[in-house]
């Protein structure tokens, strides 16, 4: 694919063009779902220096996690290791948003055979938030890696070759071509 502008901080844009009035876009990875998931996959890509779309079916980001599914259940305090990455990232910034300073809400913790980076159940917390604060979050993620959002885009049909999917069009027209495909829906709609 040949990408034809940079974003913000050098990061790859997917192009795009029409043909005959519909809108085609080209990139490298097409997420189908705005889900938390689809989110953390198409911040990711860009951060790895490939252009990445995300195409939604209804108006918001964020999936349950922005949808009113806002505390986290990482079991006891003995498990707050799992909590590392983009999840950890996600995290600071609903942390940031409460006043809270990230190097103090997760800060070393030590287990019987190791010390490990986690969440500190001492400190407020950020594991649970409010959903209009997730979706926030999500938003500027995808505006700072200059990942483009198409929302309302309920698939339509999907093109494959050889077993692989090639291209996707919306019930709007909106018609994406990339190398890679990811379903982050609930459903596994694509």
Not at 139 to 163: I, M, T, Y
């Amino acid at each position: 694919m040949t990408i034809t502008g940079l974003g913000a901080e050098g990061q790859p844009v997917a192009r795009g063009n029409e043909v005959n009035g519909l809108r085609i876009i080209y990139t490298d990875v097409c997420i189908y779902g705005g889900t938390s998931g689809g989110v953390v996959a198409a911040v990711q890509t860009a951060r790895l220096g490939k252009s990445a779309v995300i195409v939604e079916s209804g108006r918001h980001l964020g999936g349950m996690t922005a949808s009113g599914l806002s505390w986290t259940d990482v079991g006891s305090s003995e498990r707050v290791w799992i909590i590392g990455g983009l999840t950890k990232e996600f995290y600071a910034r609903v942390g940031r948003h409460y006043g809270q300073n990230p190097e103090s809400v997760f800060e070393s913790q030590t287990s019987n055979d190791s010390t490990r980076r986690g969440y500190d159940f001492a400190k407020p917390p950020s594991l649970s938030f409010e959903p209009k604060v997730a979706e926030s979050v999500f938003s500027q993620w995808v505006s700072e890696a200059n990942v483009p959002v198409h929302f309302n885009g309920r698939l339509k049909s999907v093109r494959k070759d050889k077993g692989r999917i090639r291209e996707i069009v919306t019930e709007r027209g909106l018609r994406v071509r990339a190398k890679v495909f990811i379903d982050a829906t609930y459903e596994g709609d694509l």
